[in-house]
């Protein structure tokens, strides 16, 4: 099994929502974050002084998949959540060592 | 039934205007006693629109400060106007309007006499026929002196402590605004120069505008403001509050202009308040509009405070003469206003003045704008305007200065580092205006 974490831009949850239900995700952790990244944030102006907004408004998006689905899911996020412009996100994948579904104690992949 | 409901009121219509019609025969003037009543009505209005300007300005201070001071803000604002009510009762109306009562001819009227009203059911023999009863006069000026209170308020909001602003205020409204306002509108000296000031852009704003400037400059910035030699801007709580408490201040503004006629018995007086009203609505236009492109043009995006701070420099700016301009004057000099808040916020920033919500570039440069502008439609000079602007420059500015400095040396007038930055909410008041919001 594996962990995917993923950072998106907060508008195109929808759309990767969607495109990772009907590639067979049953389940995903969300979680509105704010960070930064090489962007380094960006300066807006209030009142006519300039000021820098270090941490952008994120999505953390995590999904635990079995480890044959894991390449497909982060395919389908990279090309969903893509804009081409600053400020996309990043994906890491993690190994999940064990998976507990706590209402019948399935264990593992039969608890994705 | 409800056609006789509606019957009743619509013959009161008809007998009205008959119950002059004998004198207006004669003179072509409706009778003084209707003169009386109308002029009267006028000040009532004009009265309780201004008096909503104080819950403007509640609500553009409270939009402009951060979550952790909007309680305090609003016992500021609440708490100003109340005293503000009783100071004048107290000393105010009558050392502004002395009639032959001056202690110093034309420069400082009486103290320690409190405003008596008409006795009940005043008969017409003993009313001031040819103007209008005492209680609608008393309260319509009252409400002015609130509106330079509030001023100062929003300039020193986020760090200075509760009671020696509000002893601040018991000054500036019971002492220092009369005797200032006596000189023009209680026939004191600027009025015979010849200065002229309809409804208060000089002797309303600017006033409230320089006692705002002095207490920013002996207060200090809020701590971060000013860091490194780069300014931090801190953005207000609830930018639709603030808009809110804008649009209140732009209706507020009709009774504040128009009410400033004074006078609405005649075919032309009322035409007259009509014209102030238009002028004063196409000020305010003009002033958002200038800002919103200003902005625009200068940040590449809009800036919604300044917009709300153009609005409300526009009104401030038609304010010294709102009748006599075409309505294409009006657009251009509340224009002009809206031009110099967008500049002058920056400007103050360089200076490292912490004005939280631009109280001083809408309220004092605008002012001074504003009876500048005069010249252009109104009968003034620009020496005289000129004088009348020094005037209440030099004697507010000074005077502030020195009772600010008395008041940071004996009270002392700014909360502690600490209490600043856990806000006045919780320091000061032991209450919050959003308790139930997460700290952020």
């Given at each position: 099994m594996k962990l995917i974490i993923a950072t998106i831009k907060p508008f195109k949850l929808e759309e990767v929502r969607e495109a990772l239900t009907n590639a067979g995700v049953r389940g995903m952790m969300v979680t509105e974050i704010k960070g930064f990244g090489s962007q380094s944030g960006h300066t807006e102006i209030y009142r006519g002084a300039e000021y820098a907004v270090n941490f952008v408004p994120k999505i953390k998006l995590e999904i635990v998949v079995p480890a044959t689905m894991a390449d497909q899911i982060v395919e389908t996020i990279t090309t969903t959540a893509k804009t081409g412009k600053i400020g996309d996100g990043k994906i890491f994948v993690l190994d999940v060592e064990q998976a507990m579904r706590v209402r019948t104690g399935e264990t593992n992949e039969e608890a994705l | 039934m409800n056609l006789m409901k509606s019957l009743i009121p619509a013959a009161a219509i008809v007998a009205l205007p008959?119950?002059?019609?004998?004198?207006?025969?004669?003179?072509?003037?409706?009778?003084?006693?209707?003169?009386?009543?109308?002029?009267?009505?006028?000040?009532?209005?004009?009265?309780?629109?201004?008096?909503?300007?104080?819950?403007?300005?509640?609500?553009?201070?409270?939009?402009?400060?951060?979550?952790?001071?909007?309680?305090?803000?609003?016992?500021?604002?609440?708490?100003?106007?109340?005293?503000?009510?009783?100071?004048?009762?107290?000393?105010?109306?009558?050392?502004?309007?002395?009639?032959?009562?001056?202690?110093?001819?034309?420069?400082?009227?009486?103290?320690?006499?409190?405003?008596?009203?008409?006795?009940?059911?005043?008969?017409?023999?003993?009313?001031?026929?040819?103007?209008?009863?005492?209680?609608?006069?008393?309260?319509?000026?009252?409400?002015?002196?609130?509106?330079?209170?509030?001023?100062?308020?929003?300039?020193?909001?986020?760090?200075?402590?509760?009671?020696?602003?509000?002893?601040?205020?018991?000054?500036?409204?019971?002492?220092?605004?009369?005797?200032?306002?006596?000189?023009?509108?209680?026939?004191?000296?600027?009025?015979?120069?010849?200065?002229?000031?309809?409804?208060?852009?000089?002797?309303?704003?600017?006033?409230?505008?320089?006692?705002?400037?002095?207490?920013?400059?002996?207060?200090?910035?809020?701590?971060?403001?000013?860091?490194?030699?780069?300014?931090?801007?801190?953005?207000?709580?609830?930018?639709?509050?603030a808009?809110?408490?804008?649009?209140?201040?732009?209706?507020?503004?009709?009774?504040?202009?128009?009410?400033?006629?004074?006078?609405?018995?005649?075919?032309?007086?009322?035409?007259?308040?009509?014209?102030?009203?238009?002028?004063?609505?196409?000020?305010?236009?003009?002033?958002?509009?200038?800002?919103?492109?200003?902005?625009?043009?200068?940040?590449?995006?809009?800036?919604?405070?300044?917009?709300?701070?153009?609005?409300?420099?526009?009104?401030?700016?038609?304010?010294?003469?709102?009748?006599?301009?075409?309505?294409?004057?009006?657009?251009?000099?509340?224009?002009?206003?809206?031009?110099?808040?967008?500049?002058?916020?920056p400007m103050l920033d360089k200076f490292k003045i912490d004005d939280v919500v631009g109280a001083i570039p809408v309220h004092l440069f605008a002012g001074i704008w504003g009876t500048i502008a005069v010249i252009f439609y109104g009968e003034a000079s620009l020496i005289t305007q000129l004088t009348g602007i020094i005037a209440y420059g030099v004697f507010t500015f000074v005077g502030a200065l020195i009772l600010w400095t008395i008041l940071k040396s004996t009270m002392g007038i700014r909360v502690s580092e600490e209490d600043e930055i856990n806000g006045l909410d919780m320091a000061e008041l032991g209450m919050e205006a959003y308790p139930e919001f997460s700290k952020g």
């Open positions: - | 008959q119950m002059g019609l004998a004198q207006e025969a004669a003179t072509g003037e409706p009778a003084q006693h209707t003169q009386y009543i109308f002029t009267t009505l006028l000040f009532l209005m004009g009265g309780f629109l201004v008096f909503f300007m104080a819950a403007g300005f509640a609500m553009l201070e409270g939009g402009l400060v951060r979550s952790k001071n909007v309680a305090m803000q609003m016992t500021k604002n609440i708490a100003l106007f109340s005293i503000a009510a009783i100071m004048y009762w107290l000393i105010g109306f009558n050392l502004m309007y002395p009639g032959d009562g001056w202690t110093i001819s034309g420069w400082l009227g009486p103290f320690f006499s409190t405003t008596v009203l008409d006795p009940v059911g005043v008969g017409a023999d003993a009313a001031a026929l040819d103007y209008a009863s005492i209680g609608s006069d008393f309260f319509f000026q009252l409400v002015f002196v609130a509106a330079t209170a509030s001023i100062v308020s929003g300039a020193v909001a986020e760090r200075i402590k509760l009671w020696p602003f509000l002893a601040f205020v018991v000054v500036l409204t019971g002492i220092m605004y009369p005797i200032s306002g006596s000189w023009q509108w209680g026939g004191g000296w600027l009025s015979e120069a010849g200065f002229s000031d309809f409804a208060g852009s000089t002797i309303v704003h600017s006033v409230g505008g320089w006692a705002a400037l002095a207490g920013a400059l002996i207060l200090g910035p809020r701590i971060g403001k000013y860091k490194d030699g780069k300014v931090h801007p801190m953005p207000g709580s609830n930018l639709a509050l808009t809110l408490g804008t649009f209140i201040l732009w209706l507020g503004w009709f009774g504040f202009n128009g009410g400033s006629q004074l006078a609405m018995g005649t075919v032309g007086d009322v035409s007259d308040v009509s014209r102030i009203f238009a002028n004063t609505n196409m000020a305010a236009a003009s002033g958002a509009v200038a800002a919103l492109i200003m902005t625009q043009v200068l940040y590449k995006k809009p800036d919604l405070t300044m917009v709300l701070n153009g609005a409300l420099a526009g009104l401030v700016s038609i304010t010294a003469e709102p009748l006599a301009p075409t309505l294409f004057g009006a657009l251009w000099i509340g224009a002009v206003g809206g031009i110099i808040v967008v500049f002058a916020v």
